[in-house]
T-cell receptor
Framework: EAGVTQSPTHLIKTRGQQATLRCSPI?????VYWYQQALGLGLQFLLW???????NRGNFPPRFSGRQFPNYSSELNVNALELEDSALYLC??????????????FGPGTRLTVL | AQSVTQLDSHVSVSEGTPVLLRCNYS??????LFWYVQHPNKGLQLLLK??????LVKGINGFEAEFKKSETSFHLTKPSAHMSDAAEYFC???????????FGTGTRLKVLA
């Protein structure tokens, strides 16, 4: 069974540009989560999508946005890039089997570098 | 609000000796707890999870963790470290009702030959 896939592996942008990151969940998973792993800040929850809707959002500005497509894949968009957006962005998926038993499976990440 | 504290940012052990990575949690009710491992420049791999079925949880690669409600702890152990265990380990609590994961700050495990 294929795992969560993310593209691209690496992305280099300059300040002020927009970045688009993509994620394909495990087959059968309807939920996709995005996390930011920035140096010195640890892993922080960004966004959660399920059945095409945004269900929850972390403490990030509105220039971080995304969407989920009918095939459950997802896109994370970061507008007006700032230097501090440089980080590893991890995507995870789950089946929402139950709020107390749900397990998230992570992809390898996209390393975004903002120059 | 739920939170998780990993008590050691770095742990060094010799190959073949036991591993102990400490994690304490704070939760208003019975939480779901997880340990994930991250090898350099890789994503996160699930080691094990606690969901109230049994307090001693066995995971992959010989790891296990014990949920102790009285101590609000969920420490990760392995009887004998292997060089391939060198990685960063994250303790995670799942925030009930939101499916949001709350991560600890991570413990970097170094295994010495």
């Amino acid at each position: 069974e294929a795992g969560v896939t993310q593209s691209p592996t690496h992305l280099i942008k300059t300040r002020g540009q927009q970045a688009t990151l993509r994620c394909s969940p495990i087959s059968g998973h309807t939920s996709v989560y995005w996390y930011q792993q920035a140096l010195g800040l640890g892993l922080q929850f960004l966004l959660w999508y399920d059945e095409g809707e945004e269900r929850n959002r972390g403490n990030f500005p509105p220039r971080f946005s995304g969407r989920q497509f009918p095939n459950y894949s997802s896109e994370l968009n970061v507008n007006a890039l700032e230097l501090e957006d440089s980080a590893l962005y991890l995507c995870a998926s789950s089946t929402l089997a139950g709020v107390f038993t749900d397990t998230q499976y992570f992809g390898p990440g996209t390393r975004l570098t903002v120059l | 609000a739920q939170s998780v504290t990993q008590l050691d940012s770095h742990v060094s052990v010799s190959e073949g000796t036991p591993v102990l990575l400490r994690c304490n949690y704070s939760s208003s009710y019975s939480p779901s707890l997880f340990w994930y491992v991250q090898h350099p420049n890789k994503g996160l791999q699930l080691l094990l999870k606690y969901t109230s079925a049994a307090t001693l949880v066995k995971g992959i690669n010989g790891f296990e963790a014990e949920f102790k409600k009285s101590e609000t702890s969920f420490h990760l152990t392995k009887p004998s470290a292997h060089m391939s265990d060198a990685a960063e380990y994250f303790c995670v609590v799942s925030e009930g009702g939101t499916y949001k994961y709350i991560f600890g700050t991570g413990t970097r495990l170094k295994v010495l030959a």
